[in-house]
Structures are given as structure tokens and as C-alpha cells.
């Protein structure tokens, strides 16, 4: 790591996303750093995207706090936050839009902003409010851009019919593009930022202000441009959509990474061994022959078939487990789900951002 | 093409589409006229050609540098830069692009204005076209000088300007007077005023837009 102040290379650990302390032995200056995140490497390595603490002030507000991590090529990083996390201004700095205040942003081996032009030639963006000089047609804004990036006009045409075939929008071609609504035109800035077959494609809020089903289309789209090789980066308030679609995941709060990984490593922080989750094919009419169990703390009913048993720590073991299971089915209930309870991703985010307000 | 080229185009497309370039090719010259014929008998005696020109000089700027201010402002507002930032071209060439297509259409507008009065006052007059073209060559020059500086601060007041409102009120306070700097070799009878006309002209546009350039380049989006 170098120092921002002398320059000179320091070395610094602690564990991946860690937020660490650290002291110039040169000058003496200190500051505080987030260590890059599992498998990000100094080069870009096999990774398409590197940031590496990255950092943004507006004025006095600190925006994003040394923010580190990698993407790999193909994969699909859905990235959540609450209101002025900092998605945006993650999402700005990787495209050029702002200038960073410390840290780096390395895009497939360039960085931002020294290779801008380079990196412009591979990215595709969807701004979170899309707008278009209200004067052009679809037609006309769409070979602009794929002009301006390059294409040639005969490419630009076949890419056109088959986005707009692909987004069900053929018939808007010649529309003005004040005179789509707000759905069509969110569906153009997809279209424009996939004309050029960008490598990486970066998307603030894809799926904001589209109906159920074109949301469904888009997010399949998604699905079918990561499987052909492109990374994509998108942020969204909507939990489920990145569940259905993000390989990995980051959960940004205050302007700092809380979590990075796939779900499932997500959730091994919260996934508690000592409260069970039960669901049983009918309702339960009572429950205290589970509470009866020795070792079990309490009986928790979420639902008419679904009990939550926390255990108490002293006593959770496999015997006791047994001893449940043993009970439900003498009860004459047939178990359909008998697990450790793990959170969904909606139960995952509230965690994580309530961990930092608490804290 | 490049980038710059594709821009330009685009620009005066827009122009055209959304018929600013009616207003000023047929709006200049017509107000020229109709001031010429409709005047009182305070302009009587004074050639069109010439009435054409300070037309020209006193509105043409004026609208240059409200139409690039207001479009770069609103433009800036709506956010729809974006697309333009994140391909692979120069954020000069953007603003650089406006600020060509916004002078060829006030220039060709003046030209137009400027035609038009020459051909009334040559079939309306003794005097011949010589007469009338040295008449009117000085305010010509001085015109396009004008409308190239007012364009110029009309491209810095709209990179600097938060809202339409103050972009206005800039334009009103500082482009008029801007603008009006290479009439001063005229207006103090300076010896070779054309050619001083011309040189103000042509600096204070290029340091105008410099700055405009400088500070668009450094402009968080």
C-alpha cells in the first residue's frame, strides 16, 4: 500500500474487507484503509474490474471510504446500499463521470481516469435517470451513439433491429424520444449501452420504473449477455431482483463495504446453529411439545406450519436435534424443512445495514 | 468521421429539428425589413444593408449566446451528457461542437440579413454595390466578431451557470458587454479598426472558450 502523503510502500494486514489503522513509517502520517476484498489482486489478474480504496468527498461529506474489491469477467455483481451509500458514486467513478479523491479504479488493466478513452471503448452505462436530447428519434440517438463509439453504420444497423427485437420496441424506432414513457425510455438506455457489445456493463437501478413483466425480460436479458461473457455491474433497491440474478453481491452502507460474496457466503455470517427453522406439512395447534424438549430455550410460531426453536447454546448438539425430530414425527407431522435458520437476502440486508447503525 | 464532425452534425440536426435555424435565417433578415419599411421617419435615410448589420450585431449575439447557455445548462439539468461522457471522445469536442454549429447558424443568419438589405438598398438607391459593400463591410466584420465572442461566453456561462434562470440573467449582465469589446478600435477611430476588430474578435472568443473547455474538463457529472 502506498502512503497518499510520501509515496513510500507500506505494508498493511488484516483480513479481507477488514478497515484498518495504519501509520506511516516514513512520515508518520495515519490513516485508516479497507483491505481489498477476497481474491482482488494489485494487477488486474484474471479480474476485469479492481478497485482499490477507492475514496470520495463532497465537500465535508465523506461519500465512499476507501472501497476495494474485484469482479471477475462474466460474473453479475449486484450492488445494494440504502439511499447515499454511495452506490452511484461508485458506479460515476468507475465510469469517468467524477474524479476520485484516493485510491485507484484499474478496468481491464486501465485506469481510470489516466486510460478514459480506453476504457470508454469497453464499457456500456445506464444512467439512473436516462435522458436524451428530447429533439431525436430512437433511430436517430441510437446510431449517434454507436457512431460515437465507434461502430460502423451497417453494425450499428443489425445491432438495432436486434435490440429493439429483443426488448419488443421495433415499433418505437421512429418515435421521438420525448414521447416514450418512462418504462420505453429505461429500455432504450439498456438498448444504448448494449449496442456497442460492451465487455463490462455498468447499470445504476436497470430495473426502477419498469412493470413486472418487462422486469422479468430484462432481467433475463442479463442472465443471457453475463453467460455470453459480459461482466456486469448494476446497483438496485430491489433485493429479490439481485438475488435472482447477481452471482456475487456487495452491501454498501455510508460509503463502505459491509459485504462482498455470493449469498451463500453472505449468509454464513448470520446463519444461526442455534435456532432451527421447522416446517411441517399441517398446522400446528400447539407447540409445546417442542418447547418441552430439554435444551430448547423457547418455540417461536412464524407461520401456521413453520416454528422457529431457538436452542439454548449450552445444549445445542446433535442429540437434541434427534430428540426434535423425533417428537415431530411422533406427533404424526410429516417434516418438509428441518434446518438451521438462514436468512434471505431482504432479512441479510437489513442485518448488515443494521449492524452498522447500531454500531 | 470523427467524433467532432459527428457532434457538429448532430448539433446543427438538432438546430434544424427543432427550428431554431427558421427563427434566426428567416427571423433576422424579416426584422431588418420590417424595421427598414415599418420605421418611423427617424430611420429614413439609412440603408438596410447597414440597418441589417447593427440588427445583426446588437440581437444575433444576444441569441447566440442565450441559445448555447440555455442549451448547455438544461442539458447539463437533464443529465444527458452522461451518454456523451462515457464513449470515447474529448469533453472539449462537445462543447466545442456547439459552440461551431451555433455560430455557422448565427453567421449564415447575419449573412442572410446582411444579403438581403445589400440587394434593397443597390435596386433602391443610386448609390452602386461598391458604395453600399464599403458601407457595410466594417459592421460586417464587426457582427461576426461579436456573435463569435457572445457564442464563446454563452459556452462558458452555461459550463459555469447552476440553473437556466442565472444563465439567463449572465447572458443579459455579462454577453452584451462582452461582446461589445471589439467595437472599441471603431468606436475610438482607431487606425486599422478592421483588422483590430478581427484580432479582438478572434482572442477573446479562443480565451473564452479555453476557459470554457478548461473548466468543463474539470466538471464532476
Not at chain 1, 445494494?80 to 467513478?93: D, H, S, V
Not at chain 1, 421521438?176 to 438498448?191: F, N, P, Y
Not at chain 1, 453475463?226 to 440474478?245: A, C, E, K, N
Not at chain 1, 411422533?330 to 447500531?358: C, H, I, M, T
Amino acid at each position: 500500500m502506498r502512503c497518499p502523503s510520501c509515496g513510500s510502500v507500506q505494508s498493511v494486514s488484516g483480513s479481507p474487507l477488514e478497515s484498518v489503522e495504519v501509520v506511516c513509517a516514513t512520515c508518520g502520517k495515519k490513516g485508516r484503509v479497507s483491505l481489498p476484498a477476497e481474491g482482488s489482486s494489485r494487477d488486474t489478474g484474471n479480474n476485469l474490474v479492481v478497485l482499490e480504496n477507492l475514496t470520495k468527498r463532497y465537500k465535508h461529506l465523506l461519500a465512499l471510504d476507501h472501497v476495494s474489491f474485484s469482479l471477475k469477467p462474466g460474473e453479475v455483481f449486484g450492488y445494494i446500499g440504502p439511499n447515499g451509500a454511495g452506490k452511484t458514486t461508485t458506479i460515476k467513478l468507475m465510469v469517468g463521470l467524477l474524479s476520485e479523491d484516493e485510491g485507484r479504479c484499474l478496468i481491464d488493466g486501465f485506469e481510470m481516469p489516466k486510460d478514459k478513452i480506453n476504457i470508454h471503448r469497453l464499457i456500456g452505462y445506464l444512467p439512473q435517470n436516462v435522458s436524451f436530447q428530447s429533439w431525436r428519434t430512437v433511430d436517430h440517438a441510437l446510431f449517434s451513439f454507436g457512431r460515437l463509439s465507434g461502430m460502423s453504420d451497417e453494425k450499428i444497423e443489425q445491432r438495432i433491429v436486434e435490440l429493439l427485437k429483443l426488448f419488443e420496441l421495433s415499433h418505437v424506432r421512429e418515435k421521438k424520444v420525448s414521447e416514450l414513457s418512462g418504462g420505453m425510455m429505461q429500455k432504450i438506455g439498456l438498448v444504448q449501452a448494449l449496442l456497442h457489445e460492451p465487455k463490462l456493463l455498468i447499470l445504476d437501478e436497470p430495473l426502477a420504473g419498469l412493470d413486472p413483466e418487462s422486469r422479468f425480460k430484462v432481467k433475463e436479458i442479463i442472465k443471457k449477455i453475463s453467460r455470453q461473457g459480459t461482466t456486469v455491474f448494476f446497483s438496485s433497491h430491489i433485493l429479490s431482483d439481485v438475488q435472482d440474478i447477481a452471482s456475487r453481491i456487495g452491501i454498501l452502507n455510508y460509503g463502505h463495504i459491509e459485504a462482498f460474496g455470493t449469498l451463500e457466503q453472505l449468509k454464513q455470517k448470520f446463519v444461526s446453529k442455534h435456532v432451527l427453522e421447522l416446517e411441517v406439512d399441517h398446522s400446528f395447534s400447539d407447540v409445546s411439545f417442542l418447547s418441552s424438549v430439554s435444551g430448547v430455550d423457547s418455540v417461536e410460531k412464524i407461520k401456521d406450519n413453520v416454528v422457529r426453536i431457538h436452542m439454548r447454546k449450552e445444549d445445542d448438539s446433535d442429540e437434541l436435534r434427534n430428540k426434535l425430530l423425533v417428537s415431530v414425527l411422533e406427533a404424526g407431522f410429516k417434516v418438509r424443512k428441518f434446518a438451521p435458520l438462514s436468512p434471505n437476502l431482504d432479512e441479510l440486508y437489513q442485518a448488515y445495514v443494521a449492524v452498522e447503525v447500531n454500531a | 468521421m470523427n467524433s467532432f464532425s459527428l457532434l457538429f452534425l448532430d448539433e446543427l440536426k438538432g438546430f434544424y429539428k427543432s427550428k431554431v435555424m427558421v427563427f434566426l435565417w428567416v427571423g433576422l433578415p424579416l426584422l431588418a425589413i420590417l424595421l427598414h419599411y415599418g420605421s418611423s421617419s427617424d430611420l429614413d435615410g439609412i440603408p438596410l444593408s447597414l440597418l441589417s448589420s447593427l440588427l445583426v450585431s446588437s440581437i444575433g449575439g444576444t441569441l447566440a449566446s442565450a441559445m448555447l447557455a440555455v442549451s448547455i445548462i438544461h442539458e447539463k439539468e437533464r443529465r444527458t451528457y452522461d451518454l456523451f461522457l462515457i464513449r470515447p471522445l474529448q469533453r472539449w469536442e462537445l462543447m466545442l461542437s456547439k459552440f461551431c454549429a451555433v455560430y455557422l447558424c448565427v453567421g449564415i443568419a447575419s449573412v442572410l440579413a446582411i444579403v438581403l438589405g445589400v440587394v434593397v438598398d443597390v435596386m433602391q438607391s443610386p448609390l452602386g454595390f461598391e458604395a453600399v459593400f464599403e458601407m457595410i463591410a466594417e459592421p460586417f466584420v464587426l457582427s461576426l466578431a461579436m456573435t463569435g465572442i457572445a457564442s464563446a461566453a454563452g459556452v462558458l456561462i452555461g459550463v459555469v451557470s447552476p440553473s437556466v434562470l442565472v444563465g439567463v440573467i449572465l447572458v443579459i449582465y455579462i454577453g452584451g458587454n462582452v461582446s461589445s469589446l471589439p467595437s472599441l478600435p471603431l468606436v475610438f477611430g482607431m487606425e486599422n479598426s478592421t483588422a483590430l476588430v478581427v484580432g479582438a474578435g478572434v482572442v477573446a472568443t479562443v480565451l473564452l472558450l479555453y476557459l470554457s473547455v478548461y473548466l468543463f474538463n474539470k466538471k464532476q457529472f
